[in-house]
């Protein structure tokens, strides 16, 4: 086997053929499901399925139509189950229903509701943030009851806001909807990860090269095989290990998704689709944007000699990763800014600026081209850097490698 | 054919001369030593054989040529500052790194086995290097150094944390190598460890070789005119002897031009002297030592 790939396996195998690395891949799903579960016992503790009464002294709901499931998302399963709504004819009678704990609470619709839409709300203790939602729905569907239920169920229900690019858009056609809700998001998603891997492969990389010159194993090193092999071993296989993380939460949220979409039938898991087309703009940025992180780390990790430092250090690299996200605000609201265009363009913020147009606006391919040759020209003049820096600085203890030396002819 | 040939390197790092002007060259079934006090340039001038720096100027051939990739394989360095994974057994850690010279990994783990059973280690294969003695990881290091069976063999301070059996196993071993055929350069500054095993040395001094040849022709070339004695009882009176210095329990005697060491036995014996010791002052490495820095800091 070519020692480069030697280097590769071994640091790949040294980290991943680990127990502790099991407990990484098992880690993320595990602290989702913990937080979805978090999640659904304080909403159980907040929800209460006993009837909620109400009473009309107005007369404003005649003889009113049962609620209708009312559903704060797609994925509300809870929503299907209907409160029921109890009538009084006073307010005597739903206090003493509400005493005997018949009720959870009582609504009165003041005898000016027509004209003041004015609902008084009683209970001893807080009613469930169910039974609340249901209610007003409740009202709504019976304000509505001239129109077919239908349409009323509709018109109650609100906006559903379906955005199209048609064939021919500069980047492609596109679709963003409710129901393509999770599909829009993946570039985000994969932003995301990609941050991940940035911080994951710089910080790894940063340890094993100085931890290497600490203890003297890059002299031991360096007489078997040469700078390139070593530095481009050890990025493969660190890189490696991390998409291998990746790889095992990917194969885990797929199975989630899965499960959740088609045996538990959650509108939102249903309509999952990855666009390829986007995917590739993606990677197209991303290999050489990792390639030119791995070689400033290199280049920072050889003129470092303290494993602390290096740790701090390589923060700086992985901010500009981070930095699109301040331009949350205007992404929203114009993703064809000059300004983001710019940085779409800038090496180490350009695949996160990427994802985040991505995700609600078509790019034009020339810009993801441009994007890509740009951060490949800074990759190669990184590694170059990188190799000077690495042939000065790899048994310098003690004294930090200035940059004019790099730069310098004798490097 | 020689292994290695350097010829006045010489190298900087910054304002700071690390290396001057340094050249020998040193050929196969050979051991030859680099002595120097510390900071003399020793180290440097190693990393520049082994193309770990470059020179600023001079030639450097190894195996016959520049240092190549292919050439790596062939060598065998145990630098002075040990650099094994501390956090790997210490089997695959040196199985490791034989493969990376190139060792089948059937033919390193069989090799492997026997040096571990040869230096008293293979009870602790399974352990952390990092768990084990220092004398065990300099023994370990000198494994990784030769495991790949090399033509050139650079060792740094090899005995540095060994005790006297370890330091005998390990020069068992460079002996046998060397008798093998290997080109062996140990850079030590440790003179006795060297006069007992160097064919040759050669001596650096602030960055420039200030002596170098074989053992016994630098021996001969700062051999005083001198013989060591001791006698039961008073010294009898002796021709030809400008001075004596008592010397370790003996006398040093120092010798007129005239005089042999022959003409002051023979007249030990005439003056029916019990003679207990008598020989020819031999320098030692380190009073060689100590002279040729002196004279190559007065010139």
Redesign the interface.
């Known amino acids: 086997m070519n020692?480069m790939w030697?280097?590769a396996w071994?640091e790949y195998a040294?980290r991943v053929l680990k127990k502790g690395f099991l407990l990484a891949v098992a880690a993320l799903p595990v602290f989702v499901i913990a937080m979805v579960g978090l999640g659904a016992f304080i909403e159980s503790t907040e929800r209460d399925d006993r009837p909620l009464g109400y009473v009309d002294v107005a007369g404003a709901l005649g003889d009113p139509r049962p609620p209708v499931a009312w559903a704060r998302g797609p994925d509300d399963v809870g929503a299907a189950r209907l409160v029921p709504m109890a009538r009084f004819g006073s307010a005597d009678e739903a206090l003493a229903a509400l005493r005997r704990g018949e009720i959870q609470a009582y609504y009165v619709l003041a005898p000016d509701y027509a004209q003041t839409r004015r609902v008084e709300l009683y209970y001893l203790k807080a009613p469930g943030g169910n039974a609340t939602r249901q209610f007003w729905s409740f009202l709504q569907v019976n304000q509505l009851g001239g129109l077919d239920p239908a349409v009323a169920e509709r018109a109650t229900a609100g906006s559903n806001l379906t955005v199209r690019w048609p064939e021919g858009t500069p980047g492609g056609a596109r679709e963003f909807s409710p129901r393509t809700f999770l599909s829009n998001f993946l570039p985000m998603i994969l932003a995301m990860a990609n941050i991940y891997v940035l911080i994951s492969t710089s910080s790894t990389l940063i340890e094993a090269l100085v931890t290497?010159k600490e203890?003297?194993?890059?002299?031991?090193?360096?007489?078997?095989?040469?700078t390139e092999q070593l530095v481009i071993g050890k990025v493969i296989g660190i890189v490696g290990m991390t998409l291998t993380l990746l790889a095992g939460w990917a194969a885990l949220s797929v199975a989630a998704v899965w499960i959740g979409g088609q045996v538990f039938h959650l509108a939102i898991l249903q309509n999952v689709r990855v666009d390829g087309g986007m995917a590739l703009r993606m990677l197209v940025v991303a290999i050489p944007s990792l390639v030119l992180l791995s070689a400033l780390v290199v280049a920072l990790g050889i003129t470092l000699s303290d494993a602390h430092e290096a740790q701090q250090t390589s923060g700086l690299f992985v901010l500009p990763s981070v930095a699109p996200f301040w331009f949350s605000m205007l992404i929203f609201q114009n993703p064809a800014s000059p300004i983001l265009t710019i940085l779409t363009m800038v090496p180490l913020t350009a695949l996160t600026m990427l994802a985040l147009r991505l995700m609600l606006s078509a790019v034009p391919g020339w810009q993801v081209a441009a994007s890509a040759a740009i951060t490949a020209l800074a990759a190669v003049g990184a590694t170059w850097l990188a190799a000077r820096a690495f042939?000065l600085g790899?048994?310098r203890y003690g004294k930090k490698l200035s940059l004019r030396?790099i730069m310098g002819r004798?490097a | 054919m020689n292994t290695v040939e350097v010829s006045h390197i010489r190298k900087s790092f910054g304002t700071a001369r690390a290396v001057e002007d340094v050249s020998f060259s040193a050929e196969p079934g050979q051991i030859l030593g680099l002595l120097g006090p510390n900071g003399a340039g020793k180290t440097t001038s190693i990393r520049i054989i082994l193309d770990i720096y470059r020179a600023d100027s001079g030639m450097v051939s190894v195996l016959d040529g520049p240092m190549t990739e292919g050439k790596k394989a062939r060598i065998g360095y145990l630098p002075e500052e040990r650099g094994l994974y501390q956090d790997l057994p210490l089997e695959p850690c040196l199985l490791y790194l034989a493969t990376l010279k190139g060792v089948a990994p059937k033919v390193a783990r069989q090799r492997l086995g026997e040096y571990l059973e040869r230096f008293d280690l293979a009870a602790h294969k399974n352990k952390k290097v990092k768990e084990l003695s220092k004398g065990m990881q300099q023994k370990a290091q000198m494994i990784n150094t030769v495991l790949h069976q090399p033509d050139l063999i650079i060792i740094d301070e090899p005995f540095a944390a060994l005790d006297p059996i370890n330091t005998q196993m390990v020069k068992d071993l460079i002996l046998q190598l060397r008798d093998g055929g290997a080109t062996i350069l140990m850079s030590t500054h440790q003179m006795h460890q060297a006069e007992e095993l160097c064919d040759r040395i050669v001596l650096i001094d602030q960055g420039r070789d200030v002596l170098s040849g074989k053992l016994d022709e630098v021996r001969r070339r700062y051999m005083g005119h001198a013989v060591i004695v001791r006698v039961a009882g008073e010294l009898p009176p002796l021709e030809g002897v400008a001075s004596t210095a008592r010397q370790n329990g003996s006398l040093r005697l120092a010798l007129a031009e005239s005089a042999s060491p022959q003409d002051v036995l023979r007249q030990l014996v005439a003056h029916g002297a019990a003679v207990e010791r008598f020989e020819i002052a031999v320098p030692t490495l380190d009073e060689i030592f100590i002279r040729a820095v002196k004279e190559g800091t007065t010139s």
């Open positions: 020692r030697l280097i071994h040294m290497e203890n003297r194993t890059i002299e031991i090193m360096l007489t078997s095989v040469s042939r790899l048994l030396e004798s």
